[in-house]
């Protein structure tokens, strides 16, 4: 344990609070936000149209996330949209004494950043109150100690200045949400039980069949905090607890914030617990300054997103943490791995529990381990206790048979899952997701991670692959094991065979044809052949974590040799960038000569980093009308531009960079470029 915790004084709030401060109503009226923001109190009447559905995005829109520290509270709401207006200023909201905060339906909609209550907290907002509160933004808000009610009587209470219960804050909550609450936050709860204070009622579930996921669970159950125990013989869906971790890791969106907090909370000069097993990434923003606007230049924003790799830097050379970092030192542009690419080409093994600052963490799944995106609270105390909270998910099976077509891949699979109903109705949210299926079990460990990557899209808590003969294999190459050691490494990890799902989605391999996802979700999925018409692409872009593998480069290549074999190059008018998840990829294209056939069609190589794929870097779209044709795994609006995003599996996307239209590949066929 971090020996400045052992005895820092820790207390439960008392059992009744007092909030002083003013109430700022969020309005559909800007006029009525606007005078409040002036100094005006408004009475609270439930004629009062109220704005509902504010999303993080309108809390804290992206460019202000490349602030990570108190400097947020300066921005709360300026994304805000009241009628057709932004009513909210930079500093508005700190200024005006604002101690709560009130809005409609659906609260903190959208994206899960801690950024947006960590800046209203900053600004000094202490209680939100809403019809209702999306999950994730709830969740955040508890860990950072700010209360929540969906009890609109609490409001005048408030002005009135009267003691609050602090019940009626913790009515309906499970144990440790209780605990959160009680504590004013994870960070303090964390301490108690720390120390002993407080503990987690151990599951009482008996042996029972389990899945994969849920057996790796079970094995990493924290029985004891403050003893180190470890370990229970079963665990079931709604079981709530902490489970140990493997692996925590962070890019550089989150780890500054992150770092903030442990250097307020826990101490500048404190060290992290077993730094061995944190691992830091630069990769989101390496190219930013080829994508940011020269407005936004203008306004200082670049400098200040630099800001964030200079503090992640800092921070990891202090605590010994291993960085996964730019390629400066090179003399190149670019980052030495996508967090996820070298997760799980160089760490993850099968059973692990890995914690990642990012949805797209459950790649790791594809040798077998439980690996899931946490908040920037949930990092920042899994650097002190190595464990995190969960409530152990329902299963859902996905099977995959028969043998798919050539031009059909792992991207195709998902595809198809996104727009089945039961995952399109939302069903699969927060679920494990187990893919299984002869399909499955053909692809390699390279394409069974773009299936667990893309469970975010699904929706999914995470989702695995039950290591077999094929993952031994991949540890073997990657990792050097010897046979037994893999084999060893991936035992008694195969789901139980009468282990309980709730729900089995089957999907026939054999009866698949090349997709494409329509502009503006990936569940928008439709074979090629059914597109109404050709699709003219300006821009062709292959890379990112789930299309940045080596085996991704192997179907790039085979198609553009194809076409360098018949005298083709990229089509007159398309842009095709080329982008490696890694530099061992990148190794790997050299070995091979891809890079040479890449440059012979006239495609742009690029070295590792997320890049377009977040908006940062070669290959975003520059006007509402450009279309671009890319095997990244969302194109929710404006994830890559402002254009018009199509998703596509690697083939495509090269045959599409040739064809200059949306194409299916066809192997030996090298598509006609349009005329
Ligand atoms: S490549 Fe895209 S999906 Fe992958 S980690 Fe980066 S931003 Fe996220």
Redesign the pocket.
């Known amino acids: 344990m971090i020996a400045a915790l052992k005895n820092r004084p820790v207390r439960r709030l008392p059992d009744r609070v007092r909030l002083q401060g003013r109430v700022l109503f969020l309005t559909e009226d800007p006029q009525l936000v606007r005078r409040q923001l002036e100094g005006q109190d408004l009475d609270w009447t439930p004629s009062m149209k109220l704005r509902d559905n504010i999303s993080t995005d309108e809390i804290t829109p992206a460019y202000i996330c490349y602030y990570y520290d108190e400097t947020l509270g300066d921005f709360p709401y300026l994304g805000l949209k009241c009628g057709e207006e932004f009513p909210v200023t930079r500093g508005s909201v700190r200024q005006g004494g604002f101690v709560a905060s009130v809005s409609g339906k659906r609260r903190g909609k959208g994206s899960s950043r801690e950024q947006s209550p960590y800046a209203e907290m900053c600004a000094g907002i202490k209680l939100v109150v809403a019809e209702n509160v999306e999950r994730i933004y709830h969740e955040n808000c508890q860990n950072l100690g700010i209360l929540v009610t969906t009890d609109f009587s609490i409001i005048e209470r408030v002005r009135r200045g009267e003691e609050l219960p602090l019940a009626a804050f913790t009515a309906g909550e499970g144990e440790i949400t209780r605990g959160i609450v009680e504590y004013g936050g994870l960070f303090n709860y964390n301490v108690a039980r720390l120390q002993g204070l407080t503990r987690v009622t151990p599951p009482a579930t008996a042996a029972r069949p389990m899945t994969s996921g849920e057996k790796i669970l079970a094995r990493h159950w924290v029985v004891d905090l403050s003893t180190g125990r470890v370990g229970v013989p079963a665990v079931r869906p709604g079981d709530e607890g902490f489970v140990a971790t493997d692996i925590r890791f962070s890019h550089e969106y989150v780890t500054p914030m992150a770092a903030i907090f442990f250097e307020q909370l826990v101490g500048a000069e404190e060290k992290i617990n077993d730094p061995g097993s944190v691992l830091f990434f630069r990769?989101?923003l390496t190219f930013l300054d080829e994508a940011m606007t020269p407005e936004r230049i203008k306004e200082g924003l670049l400098d200040v997103a630099l800001e964030l790799e200079k503090k992640q830097r800092a921070f990891a050379e202090k605590q010994g943490v291993r960085l996964y970092g730019e390629l400066t030192r090179l003399g190149l542009h670019g980052s030495e791995a996508?967090?996820?690419s070298k997760i799980l080409e160089a760490h993850a093994l099968p059973g692990q529990v890995i914690i990642g600052s990012?949805s797209?963490t459950p790649h790791a799944g594809a040798v077998g381990a439980v690996a899931f995106g946490v908040g920037t609270t949930a990092i920042f105390n899994s650097w002190i206790t190595r464990d995190v909270r969960v409530t152990v998910p329902e299963t859902v099976r996905v099977v995959v048979r028969g043998r798919k077509p050539a031009n059909v891949t792992a991207k195709d699979f998902m595809l198809e899952i996104l727009r089945h109903p039961y995952v399109k109705s939302g069903q699969a949210i927060g679920k494990l997701v187990e893919y299984c299926g002869s399909a499955v079990e053909a692809l390699s460990v390279d394409e069974r991670a773009t299936m667990t990557n893309m469970t975010a899209e699904v929706g999914g808590f995470t989702g695995y692959v039950a290591p077999d003969a094929r993952t031994v294999a991949y540890l073997m190459d990657y990792r050097g094991m010897s046979r037994a050691e893999a084999e060893r490494c991936c035992a008694d990890l195969a789901s139980d065979p009468d282990a309980v799902y709730c729900e089995t989605i089957e999907i026939d391999a054999a009866g698949l044809r090349p997709m494409v996802a329509l502009p503006g979700d990936p569940g928008n999925g439709l074979y090629i052949d059914e597109l109404p018409g050709r699709v003219k692409v300006e821009i062709a872009y292959a890379g990112?974590?789930?299309a940045g593998k080596k085996e991704d480069m192997d179907m790039y290549a085979r198609v553009l040799q194809e076409a360098l074999d018949r005298g083709e190059r990229v089509a007159p008018g398309v842009r095709f960038f080329i982008q490696c998840g890694s530099q061992d990829v990148k190794r790997y294209c050299e070995e091979r000569g891809y890079l040479e056939v890449f440059r012979g069609v006239g495609a742009q190589f690029l070295e590792p980093s997320?890049g377009a794929?977040?908006n940062a870097g070669p290959g975003v779209s520059r006007g509402k009308d450009e279309v671009t044709i890319s095997a990244?795994?969302r194109n929710f609006p404006g994830r890559s531009g402002p254009g018009q995003l199509y998703l596509a599996n690697p083939y495509t996307v090269a045959a599409s960079a040739i064809s200059g239209y949306i194409t299916e590949w066809e192997p030996g066929l090298t598509p006609v470029a349009a005329t």
């Open positions: 990769d989101h996508i967090c996820h990012d797209h990112s974590c789930t997320c794929c977040i990244i795994n």
